[in-house]
Nanobody, 125 residues
């Protein structure tokens, strides 16, 4: 069992930066792919990006490439989503997710097993 816990988020202006954190206790978090998703009102949950369990390969959705960066600190059991050059279209509830079982990272949120509580990010113009 893995229970991600999120922190960060808030209200910022366009062009600002924010960092979200996702932590989980226990060694098993290190064995997980960790992904970030977001969901805006009335929209489907969207893949933001993910970092792999073994070699820290990262993958990003097209809408955030070049602006967002995912990193992990296995010593502290944390994964971070650094968001730069934020735009109003980035406004959403952001979720951290962990996948312990699958070999490959899947951008379909249905494949992810464990979810954080979600955190609101709002970007004003």
């Amino acid at each position: 069992q893995v229970q991600p816990v999120q922190s960060g988020g808030g209200l910022v202006k366009a062009g600002d930066s924010l960092r979200l954190s996702c932590t989980a206790s226990g060694r098993r978090f290190r064995d997980c792919h960790v992904g970030w998703f977001r969901q805006a009102p009335g929209k489907e949950r969207e893949f933001v990006g993910a970092i792999s369990r073994n070699n820290d390969d990262t993958y990003y959705g097209d809408s955030v490439k070049g602006r967002f960066t995912i990193s992990r600190d296995n010593f502290n059991g944390a994964v971070y989503l650094q968001m730069n050059s934020l735009v109003p279209e980035d406004t959403a509830v952001y979720y951290c997710a962990a996948d312990l079982d699958d070999l490959y990272i899947d951008p379909d949120y249905h494949s992810w097993e464990y979810w954080g509580q979600g955190t609101q990010v709002a970007v004003s113009s």
